[in-house]
């Protein structure tokens, strides 16, 4: 039975929200300039899109390429390395703005410090950033990676000095061997899932993935009608959501999160209604890797469940046919280079736009001629086999 494109919208909520204080304008400011202060660092490209936005009928796409990020091709390490650096301050009994990058990497506080191990699970993109922060940091890094996850992602993982390998669990699964390793072995979890008793860490990649909105933000010729994020445990999907929502309040744009078919754990709780997690198992074999997770982040959700407006669940050839569309534009606009995960909000909100079937959906939306709508690009090839299947054999086609 073939896939479909399912949209839930959520009705304006009053009273009590979640505070999104952690998630600042001025705290995102703070987490920029500790990112700032590695010497790799480089602004990553806004791309205006202008052109395709014409053909798409829409009045602008901006895109936020983090492609370019570090030079590891994906936003992740945003997250894992602001987290990291707060645990150290925190060891330290210091504020992280007394630590920028060239008092972590001194001697003075390696010797303070002595050797710490950082464990994670991940995917490949995660699990990079981690392992690259570590090396960096003259510390050491375990990474497990679910079943069916690609060689390439590893080899990368591995080239950065971290003890990584392929399990034969699922994403959720490797979560909880990662726990348990740190539990029996004293090492450090750096996991962007949340759950009791596990939220410091989380909530600080959070505010690690702020950087990235800040950059946008600041970028932006206008302000967006629409913001389309994808999402996976939904921890970048809650930490964009709680940064924009607070920088505009009640003119935020409108603010819609997409996940695939067979890993739609945010839709699903947001579709219950219920107040509780609600989890996807099994092998969730989409091609959309990195968000191949079937077990929301109690603190994303809490953000997303008060302040995104619409939570869509799609198809698999959508995200590869918004891979085809990014690295290929139409002519004057400057190519995206996106993998499965990056492309999928975009992939997504391409298909509502041209398909006729989804007239409906687009009116739902609010999507028009008017519209500027913003997608982030989290991830470029990491896949390189897998990229050139899809945008030049045509994979995953219709």
Request: glycine share 12%; hydrophobic share 40%.
């Amino acid at each position: 039975m073939k896939e479909e494109l399912k949209l839930i919208q959520y009705p304006e909520r009053t009273g009590a929200k979640f505070s999104l204080d952690f998630m600042s304008l001025e705290n995102a400011r703070k987490v920029q300039a500790f990112h700032g202060s590695f010497p790799m660092y480089q602004e990553t490209p806004l791309v205006n899109l202008k052109e395709t936005a014409k053909i798409l009928g829409v009045g602008g796409i901006y895109v936020k390429d983090e492609a370019f990020r570090f030079g590891l091709k994906a936003f992740k390490v945003l997250g894992g390395s602001y987290a990291m650096g707060s645990y150290l301050a925190q060891k330290l009994g210091r504020s992280i703005q007394e630590l920028p990058y060239e008092r972590l990497v001194s001697a003075e506080v390696k010797k303070e410090l002595g050797d710490i191990t950082f464990v994670t699970a991940t995917d490949g993109n995660h699990g990079r950033g981690v392992a690259w922060t570590a090396s960096r940091l003259g510390q050491k890094a375990v990474v497990y990676m679910p079943r069916g996850s690609a060689r390439e992602r590893l080899e990368n993982i591995q080239a950065e000095g971290a003890q990584a390998s392929i399990t034969d669990l699922n994403y959720d699964e490797a979560v909880r061997l990662a726990n348990r390793q740190a539990q029996e072995k004293g090492w450090v979890m750096v996991q962007d899932t949340a759950w009791e008793g596990y939220e410091d860490i989380p909530e600080w990649i959070m505010q690690g993935y702020g950087t990235m909105g800040y950059e946008a933000f600041c970028q932006l010729p206008e302000k967006p009608t629409h913001i389309f994020l994808q999402a996976g445990v939904g921890s970048m999907a809650g930490a964009v959501t709680g940064f924009f929502a607070g920088v505009y309040g009640k003119e935020r744009p409108v603010i819609t999160i997409v996940e695939p078919n067979k890993a739609d754990c945010i839709f699903r709780t947001a579709q219950a209604s219920d107040g509780k997690l609600h989890f996807v198992t099994g092998d969730m074999d989409t091609i959309m890797a990195g968000l191949a997770c079937g077990e929301p982040c109690s603190i994303g959700w809490k953000v997303l469940k008060d302040y995104a407006d619409n939570f869509i669940s799609c198809p698999d050839y959508m995200a590869a046919q918004g891979m085809r569309i990014l690295g290929n534009p139409a002519a004057g606009d400057d190519r995206v280079i996106a993998g499965e995960s990056g492309a999928s909000a975009f992939g997504c909100v391409s298909e509502i736009l041209r398909n006729p079937e989804y007239a409906g959906i687009k009116e739902k939306l609010g999507l028009n001629e008017h519209s500027r709508i913003l997608f982030f690009n989290t991830e470029g090839d990491t896949d390189q086999e897998n990229y050139r299947s899809i945008v030049w054999d045509g994979a995953y086609g219709k």
